[in-house]
């Protein structure tokens, strides 16, 4: 599943019990970092359909302070993503 959009890439893949997902800032590249020496601005929000969802455990690989998540009506919601995230979210039992 692809969920991208004009400010990051989210892609995921549902299994039987369980969904797998990385979302990544598409500010944070070697243009805008390591060229224009611009930290990337964090997105605001990123909204995925995790309908039937549920247990949500993060991977933080990049160190993201202020990170928020939530689920709500089905909908995986993060806030102040810098750089990237790793998901896993397990299906309602």
């Known amino acids: 599943m692809d969920a991208s959009s004009d400010k990051a890439y989210v892609y995921a893949m549902r299994g039987k019990t369980v969904m797998i997902g ?5 500010e944070d590249n070697w ?5 224009d020496l611009k930290e990337p601005e ?15 455990v993060l991977y933080d690989i990049w160190g993201e302070e202020g990170l928020e998540t939530e689920i709500n ?17 397990f299906k309602k039992k």
């Open 42 to 56: 964090p997105l605001q929000t990123v909204v995925i359909d995790v309908e039937g969802y549920d247990n949500l």
């Open 22 to 26: 990385y979302v990544r800032n598409k």
């Open 31 to 35: 243009k805008t970092v390591l060229r």
């Open 73 to 89: 009506a089905g909908k995986l919601i993060m806030r102040n993503v810098k750089y990237g995230i790793l998901f896993k979210i």
